[in-house]
């Protein structure tokens, strides 16, 4: 294999932001950071530098981008907002939510972006870095997780550089992801808002506002494809409720009494489900880089992240048609 041309990285000072912004309006790629995982951004309204993030992460056509904006008065100008969605936005925005509501007539969105639904997911990143690009490109960003497609989501910035080289123009690093698990993804294109990717805002406190949300089926439609069976996958196997690693394996450990030693890394020792999701994709990729060819998974609860963090591993465990 040819070596990859290396990535180019700069701290995100106010002077790389500049200059990520120019290379946005210029149709190019930048990855920065948000509070979930990093982002792979281009200028969603322009067919050709939407196109570059589907090549670059190597992501069937088929599925849609999440639209990143400055604010819910901003994302009104994309999207159709029912009263509900309305209310989960001014809860939750600036933040880890992605809301999927009906894509307003004539805008001026790549239908690449869409992957031509009549839905739009529209995201407000609560993260000082996504937001002060949004305000200096002044432009609608679409970004998917900063990873090539079917990969572990990228938490920093050096996982961004391993997976892209210099196919993307610049990376901004801001050092890890505060959550550290992707936004969760609700949607209001039915009659009752479905849950369509569990994510960095727990289910019990969107619930609690908005009432019960119905649960996508895995698979079902291809309208969430961050839903397809395998995704968020390592190079080695996964092998989930392990209590102990067998031999030659890795152990992603979690909570107090939990196994130690070498090649096992502890998603949170005080059994926390938030530190959990905030270093599950880190060492995922850190367990893989040993080299063993499979990795136990001890079982983390289901209630609060761990639904995110859950979903997150059953998928990374799933059989893989392809690399
Ligand atoms: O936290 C996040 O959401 C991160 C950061 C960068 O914002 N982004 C992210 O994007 O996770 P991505 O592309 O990896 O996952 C977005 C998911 C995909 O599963 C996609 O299928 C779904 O959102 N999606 C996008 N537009 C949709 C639509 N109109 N209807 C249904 N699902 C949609
Ligand atoms: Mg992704």
Not at 151 to 160: M, Q
Request: hydrophobic content about 45%.
């Amino acid at each position: 294999m040819i070596a990859m041309q290396k990535a180019r990285v700069l701290a995100a000072t106010e002077n790389a932001i500049a200059e990520a912004a120019a290379i946005l309006r210029a149709g190019g790629l930048v990855a920065f950071s948000t509070e979930t995982v990093y982002g792979l951004g281009a200028d969603a309204t322009r067919d050709e530098a939407v196109a570059r993030i589907f090549a670059a992460k190597g992501r069937p056509h088929f599925n849609p981008l999440i639209v990143h904006v400055s604010s819910l008065e901003e994302a009104e100008k994309f999207g159709i907002f029912p009263p509900q969605a309305r209310y989960l936005a001014e809860s939750f925005w600036p933040g880890p939510l992605t809301l999927v509501v009906k894509k307003r007539g004539r805008v001026a969105l790549s239908p690449l972006v869409t992957a031509g639904l009549e839905t739009v997911a529209l995201r407000v990143p609560d993260h000082e870095v996504a937001q002060r690009l949004l305000q200096t490109a002044k432009l609608p960003i679409a970004a998917p997780s900063a990873n090539r497609s079917g990969h572990v989501s990228a938490t920093a910035a050096k996982h961004v550089a391993a997976d892209f080289g210099s196919s993307v123009d610049l990376i901004l690093d801001s050092g890890p992801c505060r959550a550290g698990i992707e936004s969760s993804i609700v949607s209001f294109e039915g009659e009752s808002p479905m849950l369509l990717r569990p994510g960095a805002i727990a289910r019990e406190d969107m619930e609690a506002l908005a009432g019960k949300m119905i649960t996508a089926q895995s698979g079902a439609k291809p309208t969430a494809p961050g839903m397809l069976p395998s995704h968020y996958a390592p190079r080695a196997r996964l092998r989930l409720n392990a209590t102990v690693a067998e031999t030659g394996e890795a152990l992603l450990a979690f909570g107090p009494g939990a196994p130690k030693g070498e090649n096992v890394l502890n998603l949170s020792p005080s059994g926390n489900v938030i530190e959990a999701a905030a270093n599950l994709f880190a060492y995922l990729r850190r367990l893989d880089a040993t080299g063993a060819t499979s990795i136990a998974v001890m079982p983390i609860p289901a209630g609060g992240l761990g639904e995110a963090i859950n979903d997150r591993l059953r998928r990374a465990a799933a059989p893989r048609d392809k690399s």
